[in-house]
């Protein structure tokens, strides 16, 4: 799973689907923290744990510690967890 994050967002959420430039589709997600010793991660991470509905020992960080553009694996059933993300990102 793919997000593009936006650190110091002025609130947790998940905004909806965007679009890279290399066409592939992320997550739009904001935080609050800030993008130091890894706070905007961890806020992320613990976001995107609560939105797909399982622990956040469950969200794994692939790529990205550093970019705004970040790739998380998550685990659980692929159906049920893309259910869950595309209705906390405010799609069908």
């Known amino acids: 799973m793919r997000a593009r994050v ?3 967002g002025g609130r947790d959420a998940i905004d909806g689907i965007v679009l890279l430039s290399d066409e592939t ?3 739009a997600v904001r935080v609050r923290a800030a993008p130091q010793d890894g706070e905007a ?8 744990a609560k ?3 399982v622990a956040r020992s469950a969200v794994t960080q692939t790529a990205g510690a550093t970019s705004r553009n970040k790739t998380f694996e998550i685990h659980g059933d692929p159906a049920a967890l ?3 993300l595309r209705a906390a990102a405010g799609g069908p």
Request: net charge positive; charged share 20%.
């Open 6 to 8: 936006t650190p110091r």
């Open 25 to 27: 589709a992320a997550l």
């Open 41 to 48: 991660n961890a806020a992320l991470r613990t976001l995107l």
């Open 51 to 53: 939105a797909a509905g």
């Open 82 to 84: 893309e259910a869950r």
